[in-house]
């Protein structure tokens, strides 16, 4: 069995799935996979269960009744890492805007390099965005900009969703007490593990817009961050604040 999981939540991701799926599967490292779908109308959970028997012992699916958000996704995705052996557990889009290549790096990072979280990050080194609208580029640069002013975060990508973890950060981190369930869902967990003096690495990546599918993106989303983030750097100044 590997030791490393890729947690891949799903929504309407029919015409990405499987191309993801074998491609990752295909890198000269051994990596799992859990498809985390919520219920998809497109049938994008069929596709993956039709892999399992091809795929078997490294590609598991979990079934959900509904859209119930990303980041409630990624914390069922870890609680059923956490419940088997994996040391290295990941979160990647299904849409290809995160080079499957680049898992090795993040890897490598972790592994190679003892650092406890590595972050796949747009900002390191520039912008490194592809296909992205100006006006979209600027929205998450600046949004990131905003997260390190309020939080004190030294990343530069904090709102990044291609992340490696080692297992004892998600053992560490109360993942009953993660607030957000959008975009704050990925500024959180970073700032939860820094809270813990995990050590964190950002490793240059170029992100590329998707090409096939649609953006989950909507407002509701970006007012949860931006209001999300004061109210976590506030609760965070108490002792009660539970990391």
């Known amino acids: 069995m590997s030791d490393a999981l890729v947690i891949i939540p799903t929504f309407n991701e029919i015409e990405n799935i499987e191309l993801l799926i074998v491609n990752i599967f295909s890198l000269p490292r051994e990596f799992n996979i859990?498809?985390?779908d919520d219920n998809s109308p497109d049938g994008t959970a069929n596709v993956v269960q039709l892999l399992i028997g091809k795929y078997k012992n490294r590609l598991f699916l979990e079934q959900r009744e509904g859209k119930l958000g990303l980041g409630t996704a990624y914390i069922h995705g870890f609680k059923w890492a956490l419940e088997r052996d994996y040391e290295?557990?990941?979160?990647?889009?299904?849409?290809?805007?995160?080079?499957?290549?680049?898992?090795?790096?993040l890897y490598k990072a972790c592994a190679n390099q003892d650092f406890d979280m590595s972050i796949g990050s747009r900002y390191k080194t520039g912008v490194n965005v592809v296909n992205w609208p100006m006006g979209r580029v600027l929205m998450s640069w600046l949004a990131s900009k905003y997260v390190r002013?309020?939080?004190?975060?030294?990343?530069?990508?904090?709102?990044?969703?291609?992340?490696?973890?080692?297992?004892?950060?998600?053992?560490?981190?109360n993942l009953n007490k993660i607030q957000f369930v959008g975009y704050a869902f990925q500024i959180e967990m970073k700032f939860k593990t820094h809270l813990n003096k995990f050590k964190i690495i950002e490793v240059p990546i170029i992100f590329t817009d998707r090409t096939r599918g649609e953006s989950k993106m909507n407002g509701g989303i970006i007012s949860e961050a931006i209001f999300g983030v004061i109210k976590m750097k506030f609760n965070s100044l108490f002792?009660?604040?539970?990391?």
């Open 149 to 173: 002013l309020i939080t004190g975060l030294s990343i530069c990508d904090t709102t990044a969703g291609f992340v490696c973890y080692k297992r004892a950060v998600l053992e560490k981190i």
């Open 239 to 243: 002792t009660k604040y539970d990391i």
């Open 88 to 105: 290295y557990i990941f979160e990647m889009d299904a849409d290809f805007s995160h080079n499957p290549n680049d898992l090795i790096r």
């Open 34 to 36: 859990l498809v985390v």
